[in-house]
C-alpha cells in the first residue's frame, strides 16, 4: 500500500504562482511513476504531469512551460511548480502513484482556485 499526502493548494489571483508537494509513505519502493492529475467541476480527471523514476516526464495538453513537475526520490515527494495560473487552471489537483504492476493510488486532492 501506499499513501499520499497533499499540501500547497489554495486561492492565488490570475498570473501567480503556487507549489503543490505530494508526500509518499508505505510500500515507496513500489512506485514507478509519480506526479498530478487535475479534475474541475462537472469536467472528467486528466493529467496535469507526470514523472517517471527515471527522469521521463509527460505533460497534459498546454501544460509544459506553465507547470514543472519534479520529484526528490530521496523525500519520497513530488512537486507540481505552476505558474502564470489562469482561472481556467482552477480545480482539484490530486497526487497519484503508479506501482510497476499497475496500481495506481491516488492523494486525497488539494484545491487550487485561480481569482480572474
Known amino acids: 500500500q501506499v499513501q499520499l499526502m497533499e499540501s500547497g493548494g489554495g486561492l492565488v489571483q490570475a498570473g501567480g504562482s503556487l507549489r503543490l508537494s505530494c508526500a509518499a509513505s508505505g510500500s515507496i519502493f513500489s512506485i514507478s511513476v509519480m506526479g498530478w492529475y487535475r479534475q474541475a467541476p462537472g469536467k472528467q480527471r486528466q493529467l496535469v504531469a507526470i514523472m517517471t523514476r527515471g527522469g521521463t516526464t509527460t505533460y497534459g495538453d498546454s501544460l509544459k512551460g506553465r507547470f514543472t513537475v519534479s520529484r526528490d526520490d530521496a523525500k519520497n515527494t513530488v512537486y507540481l511548480q505552476m505558474n502564470s495560473l489562469k482561472p481556467e487552471d482552477t480545480a482539484v489537483y490530486y497526487c497519484?502513484?503508479?506501482?510497476?504492476?499497475?496500481?495506481?493510488?491516488w492523494g486525497q486532492g488539494t484545491h487550487v482556485t485561480v481569482s480572474s
Open positions: 497519484a502513484a503508479d506501482e510497476r504492476l499497475g496500481v495506481r493510488y
